[in-house]
């Protein structure tokens, strides 16, 4: 059972756990944009990369947004809400592949940087679970941004 505390949510880790969630759909959408634009020698091995990508963000939003239900808060559900409260952006201007993985490394560690800030907040609120998940984030944007640099040998 979820303590009374938990139940009374901190707004301060909710307004950072809906820029989370925020940034996972906007991700979400320019991962989409990227799978079914990608073109050049790595369109087979980007195209698929992308796919599970995608399917990461879609997966990591809901999780993030039934946590915030969890805990009595109340997540962002529009698009307007989304780019609204996100960090990172969608403007389209990436036209090769390196550009869309490049773009994406910036995402991921912008995305990290905050997790990092929403760890501390759960944690001060002892709210044990909430880090964990996002510890657990950390470890696979992580990877992520390890893959993607790798691909461009950077």
Do not use: C
């Not at 990608?38 to 087979?44: I, Q, Y």
């Amino acid at each position: 059972m979820i303590s009374q505390q938990l139940k009374q949510q901190n707004p301060v880790l909710e307004n950072a756990m809906n820029t989370n969630l925020s940034n996972w759909f906007i991700l979400y959408t320019k991962l989409h944009r990227f799978h079914w634009y990608v073109k050049g020698p790595h369109f087979f091995t980007l195209h698929e990369k992308f796919e599970e990508l995608y399917n990461h963000a879609a997966e990591t939003a809901d999780v993030i947004a039934e946590r915030l239900l969890a805990i009595g808060g109340h997540p962002l559900a529009t698009m307007k809400d989304y780019l609204d409260h996100g960090t990172i952006s969608d403007s389209g201007a990436e036209k090769t592949a390196s550009d869309m993985v490049s773009a994406l490394i910036s995402d991921y560690r912008q995305i990290r940087n905050e997790i990092q800030h929403t760890i501390e907040l759960a944690e001060e609120k002892s709210d044990h679970a909430t880090a964990d998940l996002y510890i657990a984030l950390t470890e696979e944007i992580d990877k992520q941004v390890w893959m993607l640099s790798s691909f461009l040998d950077e």
